[in-house]
């Protein structure tokens, strides 16, 4: 073990080992400790409940008439959106606008190479013209008992027939364009021209803009009996959150989907913006017009709850103590619970600091220390 020479007008030659040098620091940090130690410790409790005060903030009961809201989604569409056709065969001689082009009523749209069907049209009136002419022969050798009466009427449903079939092919020739029902939208173009399409097929999607935008979404049977027709919507839709859109509730089904065991609802709302686009996702809000009379306490005063019931601390100022009270719980909503009874309209309950309560427990409420602290300081 490494040693040193310690030399003074005592002694000479001594030598000592280096943790002696620091045995009075060692011995003054033993004594701290055993002092600090045998010290007792400090209570702060009120003589009263044995616990110190509790700093907490409060909320003054109001009871007021409340909708509770439906949140839900859907998708986005026209209200009015139609598939565009043609009524007979053949190919496509023209299409006049693309997807996203604004049309209006009447504007055409798509039309078929229309010899044939004009043909048709001819074929059936010479057809016409041939029965008017047999019927009135017919006619006058009738009335000279040449011919049957049987001949006759036959003579004149021939007639009958030719009107009805030159109607048809008129009907046809109608057809083989295509006008815009109204003002609106192209949402998509299914052929394109030269195509040989048959009766019936797409050929168009076209909106009607002027009667405004419609959001379906689904609702179960305990929310369904909660709203009507003309009940308020708001919507929001990722694309612009910032942006809310009203509308209101415009068909509620009757019977329920056999899937999804869920009650249709449709939200109707104009068509303001251009900003949309049919098939977007929108959040919805739907607020019932019935209203059910309610006082709105933050969900940090609950202590317990149960399903129907909870427990909150109310504040008595004159013992600045609080008690435990159970209340009626009727639903939750954006952290609070709403109680349409358990209060008295302006009593205190206690929000923030409740879950360090104890019933019978003294409170400090932070707001009055805060407006004491203000009051001596301008004084």
């Not at 040449?146 to 109608?174: C, G, H, M, P, Y």
């Amino acid at each position: 073990m490494r040693r040193w020479k310690i030399k003074n007008k005592h002694n000479t030659g001594q030598t000592l080992m280096p943790a002696l040098r620091h045995r009075p620091r060692l011995v003054a940090l033993a004594l701290y400790c055993t002092l600090y130690c045998m010290m007792p410790l400090p209570v702060f409790a009120s003589p009263e409940s044995g616990r110190p005060p509790v700093s907490v903030t409060t909320e003054t009961v109001q009871y007021q008439p409340y909708s509770r809201p439906i949140r839900t989604s859907g998708i986005l569409a026209y209200k009015s959106q139609q598939t565009l056709s043609f009524k007979t065969a053949g190919p496509v001689a023209q299409l006049m606008v693309d997807e996203g082009d604004r049309v209006q009523a009447g504007q055409l749209l798509a039309s078929l190479t229309m010899e044939e069907v004009n043909a048709q049209v001819d074929e059936a009136r010479a057809k016409l013209e041939q029965a008017k002419r047999n019927l009135e022969r017919i006619s006058k050798l009738h009335k000279n008992n040449v011919v049957s009466l049987d001949q006759l009427q036959s003579a004149q449903t021939e007639l009958t027939v030719a009107r009805s079939r030159l109607r048809i092919t008129r009907f046809n020739q109608k057809y083989s364009r295509i006008e815009a029902p109204s003002q609106g939208l192209v949402l998509r173009r299914h052929v394109e021209e030269n195509e040989l399409v048959t009766p019936n097929q797409p050929v168009l999607v076209v909106a009607d803009t002027a009667r405004g935008w419609v959001l379906k979404t689904g609702l179960t049977d305990a929310e369904i009996v909660r709203v009507k027709k003309n009940d308020k919507a708001l919507i929001q839709f990722d694309a612009w959150p910032d942006q809310t859109f009203t509308g209101q509730i415009t068909r509620l089904a009757a019977l329920a989907d056999e899937r999804t065991g869920t009650f249709q609802v449709e939200v109707t709302f104009p068509e303001t913006t251009s900003k949309l686009r049919s098939g977007f996702v929108g959040k919805v809000t739907l607020v019932p017009s019935s209203q059910q009379t309610v006082t709105l306490i933050p969900v940090e005063s609950v202590v317990n709850a149960s399903h129907s019931s909870a427990e909150v601390f109310v504040y008595s100022p004159g013992t600045q103590s609080v008690t435990l009270r159970s209340i009626t719980m009727n639903f939750m909503e954006s952290g609070f619970i709403a109680s349409d009874s358990g209060l008295t309209e302006g009593e205190t309950v206690i929000s923030s600091g409740a879950g360090f309560l104890l019933d019978g427990d003294t409170v400090v409420i932070v707001s009055e220390v805060a407006s004491e602290v203000a009051t001596g300081v301008e004084e």
